[in-house]
């Protein structure tokens, strides 16, 4: 079994600050981890995903995420935020392989990010 | 561009009601399947489906049921709605490539209050 843990339930910055968003997860198998956001009154999308290759990941809107087996962190960044970048964040795992439940994700609880002008 | 819709962005229930939550995706995806969302809770997942009439109980099935009679269609059912029960409920879809790490891609969500 997976779990997430996503350090922060509200982060307010300022516009054009960076921001980082923390996630650590837990899981007895090797894993792919997810990024989604969701704008006010709508559904998720995928930010970024981290399958294999390189720990640095680039996603849209200028976000990135590094994953850190050793640490077993996925934590996602931007160097400027924008008042648009206002949102909810989910971080997610699914199991590695293909099949039945290696298709589910496993969210966390989600990290509100608010951008002040 | 892949587009998952729900049959209602807003719904209002009474307690005992029947209700049925539809979901239709145009992207040919053998994946699908229906969280809710709450509060400080993030997603939990209900029930999801990897081919028209299997289904697989996620992590909250008590009071729900599914079917997928159709490969585009998922739908859940609430067979006697209580107000614990009230709830954004978001249904996603999703390729199954072989190699797992597919993106779910989600509708709008439909929020659902049982007075």
């Known amino acids: 079994a997976q779990s997430v843990t996503q350090l922060d339930s509200q982060v307010p910055v300022f516009e054009e600050a960076p921001v980082e968003l923390r996630c650590n997860y837990s899981s007895s198998v090797s894993v792919y981890l997810f990024w989604y956001v969701q704008y006010p009154n709508q559904g998720l999308q995928l930010l970024l995903k981290y399958l294999s290759g390189s720990t640095l990941v680039k996603g849209i809107n200028g976000f990135e995420a590094e994953f850190n087996k050793s640490q077993t962190s996925f934590h996602l960044r931007k160097p400027s935020v924008h008042i648009s970048d206002t949102a909810e964040y989910f971080c997610a795992v699914s199991p590695l392989g293909s099949g039945g439940s290696n298709y589910k994700l496993t969210f966390g609880k989600g990290t509100l990010l608010t951008v002040n002008p | 561009d892949v587009k998952v819709t729900q049959s209602s962005r807003y719904l209002v229930k009474r307690t005992g009601e029947k209700v049925f939550l539809e979901c239709v995706q145009d992207?040919?995806?053998?994946?699908m399947f229906w969280y809710r969302q709450d509060p400080g809770l993030g997603l939990r997942l209900i029930y999801f489906?990897?081919?028209?009439?299997?289904?697989e109980k996620g992590d909250i099935p008590e009071g729900y049921s599914v079917s997928r009679e159709k490969k585009e269609r998922f739908s859940l059912i609430l067979e006697s709605a209580s107000t614990n029960q009230t709830s954004m409920y978001l249904c996603a879809s999703s390729q199954a490539s072989g190699r797992g790490g597919d993106t779910q891609y989600f509708g709008p969500g439909t929020r659902l209050t049982v007075l």
């Open positions: 489906s990897y081919d028209v009439k299997m289904k």
């Open positions: 992207m040919d995806h053998e994946n």
